[in-house]
């Protein structure tokens, strides 16, 4: 992200030492260090890491991808093979679903995410429609489950009677829509092992759960899929008839954050700080930021950087003239989408330990910085 004007010169050796911040060590979870990220693409090395399970290592040469289930000619297809098929390149910003966490009060279970559980990168493969028309999906298929290699017992209560492998099913209107990538590639370069080498899915829009890595199956179902990551850990409270139903994540709510300032940074008093940030939404745009720096009491529009482009983030930026007034200081940032929707101000209970997309309140102070803090 541009920083402030002060530290944008001398910002560069940070981006070169720039790495990700530990969550977790085993199994990998790390967040990308949203605060230097610069460019509208994620370099894959500061792409965030969100894994169940040790990262399996699967070799290119004897990779197996099976389509079947609901369909009329099952078939496998090695490396080879899905790389000679027509391949599309689409940029897509992937969220994990406990993305800032670290803001709930009180808090709660799981990894305390900050702001860097979200990351935007192009991917190239194939659109996973090209394989089920290839397969002759049935017409009475509702989902697909794609299936990844990795394996073990999830943490989380209730906990599977033995190990069992990362599974995540789309539902079968998304899964057909030209977007949805069976991707090789990240950046241009082959996926790396941490990102789900050799072959992943990418599903532009939703919550980073359904992009499930490390790839070997694909299996139409004609019953709603009732595995443990749709039904249990990835999933939220919805209303029925007035009672609540538990139903799997889907669609990334909209929301912005701020990269810079970062969380109790200490600015120079009566000067143009450059606030910046990014938003994102899931099957929509996002269409105006707004940023205030009184806890919410007064807002006002920020400049988008990158022009609309469907499941992509958009960064910004707004210029902050800093009060002459010392003291600690409330900032905001607030995205609306094409549809109005706006960023609410608390977090949604139905979602439980997921979607924190509320406005996320950044602290800072305004004064000397080598002073005594007010
Ligand atoms: N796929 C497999 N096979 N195993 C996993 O643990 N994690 C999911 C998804 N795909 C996961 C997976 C989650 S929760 C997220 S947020 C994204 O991968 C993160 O993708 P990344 O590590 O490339 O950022």
């Given at each position: 992200?541009?920083?402030?004007?002060?530290?944008?010169?001398?910002?560069?050796?940070?981006?070169?030492s720039a790495g990700l911040v530990i969550r977790q060590k085993e199994p990998k979870n790390l967040e990308a260090p949203f605060d230097q990220i610069v460019s509208y693409l994620t370099p894959s090395q500061l792409f965030y890491i969100r894994s169940h399970f040790p990262i399996p290592a699967l070799d290119r040469a004897s990779y197996q991808l099976r389509i079947d289930g609901a369909v009329r000619q099952p078939f496998a297809l090695s490396y080879d093979e899905l790389r000679s098929m027509p391949s599309e390149s689409r940029v897509a910003t992937l969220e994990c679903a406990g993305n800032s966490r670290v803001f709930l009060v009180?808090?709660?279970?799981?990894?305390?995410?900050?702001?860097?559980?979200?990351?935007?990168?192009?991917?190239?493969?194939?659109?996973?429609?090209?394989?089920?028309?290839?397969?002759?999906?049935?017409?009475?298929?509702?989902?697909?489950?794609?299936?990844?290699?990795?394996?073990?017992?999830?943490?989380?209560?209730?906990?599977?009677?033995?190990?069992?492998?990362?599974?995540?099913?789309?539902?079968?209107?998304?899964?057909?829509?030209?977007?949805?990538?069976?991707?090789?590639?990240?950046?241009?370069?082959?996926?790396?092992?941490?990102?789900?080498?050799?072959?992943?899915?990418?599903?532009?829009?939703?919550?980073?759960?359904?992009?499930?890595?490390?790839?070997?199956?694909?299996?139409?179902?004609?019953?709603?899929?009732?595995?443990?990551?749709?039904?249990?850990?990835?999933?939220?409270?919805?209303?029925?008839?007035?009672?609540?139903?538990?139903?799997?994540?889907?669609?990334?709510?909209?929301?912005?954050?701020?990269?810079?300032?970062?969380?109790?940074?200490?600015?120079?008093?009566?000067?143009?700080?450059?606030?910046?940030?990014?938003?994102?939404?899931?099957?929509?745009?996002?269409?105006?930021?707004?940023?205030?720096?009184?806890?919410?009491?007064?807002?006002?529009?920020?400049?988008?950087?990158?022009?609309?482009?469907?499941?992509?983030?958009?960064?910004?930026?707004?210029?902050?003239?800093?009060?002459?007034?010392?003291?600690?200081?409330?900032?905001?940032?607030?995205?609306?989408?094409?549809?109005?929707?706006?960023?609410?101000?608390?977090?949604?209970?139905?979602?439980?330990?997921?979607?924190?997309?509320?406005?996320?309140?950044?602290?800072?102070?305004?004064?000397?910085?080598?002073?005594?803090?007010?």
């Open positions: 992200m541009d920083g402030s004007r002060k530290r944008h010169g001398d910002t560069t050796n940070q981006f070169l009180p808090q709660v279970q799981g990894a305390q995410w900050e702001l860097g559980a979200v990351s935007n990168a192009e991917w190239t493969g194939v659109p996973l429609r090209a394989l089920l028309e290839r397969a002759g999906l049935a017409e009475d298929a509702c989902e697909i489950v794609l299936e990844g290699a990795d394996r073990g017992i999830p943490k989380e209560e209730p906990m599977p009677p033995g190990p069992i492998s990362y599974a995540w099913s789309v539902p079968r209107a998304k899964a057909v829509q030209p977007e949805v990538l069976i991707a090789y590639q990240m950046n241009g370069r082959d996926l790396p092992q941490d990102h789900g080498f050799p072959v992943r899915a990418i599903v532009p829009g939703h919550y980073g759960m359904a992009s499930v890595k490390w790839l070997t199956s694909i299996h139409a179902v004609r019953e709603p899929f009732r595995g443990y990551w749709n039904t249990s850990d990835y999933a939220y409270w919805a209303w029925m008839d007035g009672k609540p139903v538990r139903s799997a994540l889907g669609e990334m709510q909209i929301k912005s954050e701020i990269a810079r300032p970062r969380v109790y940074e200490t600015l120079a008093p009566n000067q143009i700080y450059r606030v910046c940030g990014a938003a994102w939404a899931g099957e929509t745009d996002v269409t105006q930021i707004a940023v205030s720096t009184d806890g919410g009491r007064t807002w006002t529009a920020a400049e988008f950087l990158d022009p609309v482009r469907r499941h992509a983030w958009r960064r910004w930026r707004f210029d902050w003239l800093t009060p002459k007034e010392p003291g600690q200081y409330t900032l905001l940032a607030r995205a609306t989408d094409a549809d109005g929707v706006i960023q609410p101000d608390a977090h949604d209970q139905n979602y439980g330990t997921y979607v924190i997309n509320h406005l996320l309140p950044i602290e800072v102070f305004v004064g000397d910085p080598g002073g005594p803090q007010p």
